[in-house]
């Protein structure tokens, strides 16, 4: 499978991709931070600004990954979700690794616990181990506490520049 994967960058997702985004969506990160209806998701969406998209695609254009990153209050924020079918082999790495070779900064919320279900009832773990091994800094006096996420903020600063 590993041969077959492509990542390619987009500023804007087509109607089947974005099908595809939000059910990776729905069945990776927990079940609270689902999105009811696709109208709700282009809602989120249509928020940020600087889109730009990177999509993990199989050899039949199935989206396994997506990292998506956007400008928030003067900041510049990423995610990434991976299908639990590709993690753990380097992918996530890799969409990273594409993502700063464009920004000199990244910002990231990351649940930082293990108390969450996805939708399919198995526990969602925390990334936060993944991000440290990726250069990021914790910043743990920096949290977002709302009903739907308790996460903590990450940062990445290019030292290159």
């Known amino acids: 499978m590993k041969d077959n994967l492509k990542i390619t960058e987009v500023t804007e997702l087509d109607e089947l991709a974005k099908s595809q985004v939000l059910n ?13 209806s696709s109208e709700e998701f282009d809602d989120y ?28 209050e003067n900041e510049k924020w990423f995610a990434i979700i991976l299908s ?4 753990g082999q380097g992918f996530g790495r890799k ?4 993502l700063k070779q464009s920004e000199n900064v990244l910002n990231g919320w990351v ?21 440290e091994k990726c250069g990021f800094e914790i910043l743990t006096k920096e949290r977002l506490e709302v ?6 903020k990450i940062k990445w600063i290019n030292k290159k520049h």
């Open 84 to 87: 639990e079918k590709i993690k």
């Open 45 to 72: 969406m249509k928020n940020l600004t600087s889109l730009k998209h990177l999509l993990l695609t199989d050899k039949e254009n199935l989206i396994l990954g997506w990292a998506f990153s956007f400008e928030r």
């Open 147 to 152: 009903e739907k996420i308790s996460a903590v």
């Open 24 to 36: 990776l969506w729905n069945a990776e990160y927990p079940e609270k931070l689902s999105y009811k």
């Open 95 to 98: 969409m990273l690794d594409k």
């Open 111 to 131: 649940i930082d616990h293990n108390n969450d279900k996805k939708k399919n009832g198995e526990a969602y773990l925390s990334p936060l181990k993944f991000y």
